[in-house]
């Protein structure tokens, strides 16, 4: 056999999203997450009703059509999503002159072998039309066969890092992040550590989703990027970062965690740049980028209660809080959180900031001879 | 679009075994089970190796593998019984000359919706060599798309009845189960009830795997069997499934919970007669039985302590216990079950009973045309 591959599955430092369907859920808090996948919904059905090519892609009725969603959390966001492709795929197959009730759909539900599966299975929407599955494991390894899957959707979930770049936490290291839990855009050396990273897990990303899809297979990717030379501070959600920073420091004056595990805090999350983004989109050997669509999420303009920013932030940050911290202080942490974010509402809505460009990417896999894949477990 | 069946996803009555890996779990106390699994593996392997035959289900080297285990519930067994499969799978490559490292497999473990699939995902081999996905549904409706598995597994789970026969439960009826809490085999009329529903859950099972599997895909049943003639009550189960039984009576006389709670309660399960089932596979027009093996599992003869008996029941019954008669009551159920056990040991152990028959069954999937499918969900 040609062992054209080797194949390694490397330990990942990752948190999933606050499972259940509690007030703290992200269930109950993905607002903006789920804004993105209303706003994308047009040009998701115009993109696959234009690229979708099932006769180079070897699609018959004899086919299941394959559909994964990646980073899926617990739903309901990604039911929306899945909905949403399969009726922008029924509708290509009608001007196709096909009878759509003919195909079968399976789709696959992707998050972290710690996500709360079992939320998102109790939650499935009772009048589905497809097979569900789900498949525990990190989008920057393989979990699907060569070329199984026909459409992979992927919203609001690449700007997760396999890793915290080494040289962040590194207090000799010039890019070491003292001071700060994330990368605000001031600090050079900062910002090209976890440019870095992110470039590096795209390359994993291309190349395990490249071996995934049949070739003619789309992908779509949603991501939120920094517009190019603004810091990602000056950024609505950056200062959001900098708010929750700003609160472990008050907490380690306090004397309630210590400041060194405050300075070793750091998430492990990059929004690229809009240029950097695109052009790693550009570069990649194994897609074709077809449309490329920018917007701005409306959510980020509304003027919510102070509760309602926070609720979000644990939804999506409970998992990493308490793994740095520990358990105890998940709760002091976010009500301390909560009520200085209370009596700074006003003027954190009221700070000048720049939209970040939100981005509806769809990609075609090339089609090249597939590549044979041995595995090597670590 | 010929619309040759209508699906309906009909309402079950559903338990999962006990989730995580505490004292109580499935996973932690599933001893009898395993040892089913490990003294079938010499069987499974011939079966497949034997019986195989990868060209008339058109697979080659671009396909993926694709084996579902039905039932899987959390964990470990089924890791160890996939592996076999696989093993044997690899085995027949080897024996026709070809390099069973260049197969990709695909498993799918399927339990009910409520199954405790984050523990499952959890705690899946590190070292495994195949994609892994979780399938939440009833074994008695489809969940698969058509021709999409190559070899099914069913270990220790057809006895799960979809519903518990409605005369059973029924004052008038004379099925009515009043006195016990399962088919004890000495009523006529309930005997009936319970194997008419048995009979109605394995057609739909037959009729949902006969559109899944692909034409000449394998599956492998594993069933416990009551010998023909013996009532259920005068196996090691059975008895056992008696001595809960008067527990429940002990703690209706007492107060805790109702007499009619308890006349009302009855197990949603059904071992079928060793006859009734081999005829069951015969009669089924979409497979043709391949081999059965009988066995009997050791298990059932050794000595263990009350605890462990009490476990055992406990890992699999709680869900149903709590169903019906409500959470509190779970503790004071089994920590009196347990007591009484711990007492009567001796006598369970010395009594008098039949082997029930281990069934391992292969049964082939026949060659005929691919059946369309529409969806009704109600």
Redesign the interface.
Known sequence: ?AKEETYILPLLESYPMVGGDGPHSYAKNSTFQKKIVDCAKEMVTEGIVEKLDLQSMGFDN?C?FRIADLGSSVGPNTFIAVQNIIEAVEQKYQAENK?P??I???V?FNDL??N???TL??T?P????Y??????GSFHN???????LHIVHCSNTLHWLSKIPDEIVDGKSPAWNKGSIHCTGFVKEVVEAYSAQFKNDMDSFFNARAKELVPGGLMLILISTVPDGVPASKTFEGMHYDFLGSCLHDLAKMGLISEEKVDSFNFSLYFPFYGEFEALMRRNEHFTMERMDKFTNPTRKMVASAEFYSSHMRAVFEGLVKEHFGDQFVEPIFNYYSTKLEENIGSILNAEIHDRIELLILLKRNITP?I????I?T
Do not use: C, Y
């Open positions: 056999m004899s299941t009878d009730s003919t079968e759909f399976q696959f072998d710690n709360d599966f079992n299975f109790r499935l009772p009048t589905r039309k097979f569900a599955a789900g498949v525990p393989r979990f699907f066969p060569k070329s199984s597939i044979t894949t041995t595995w477990l």
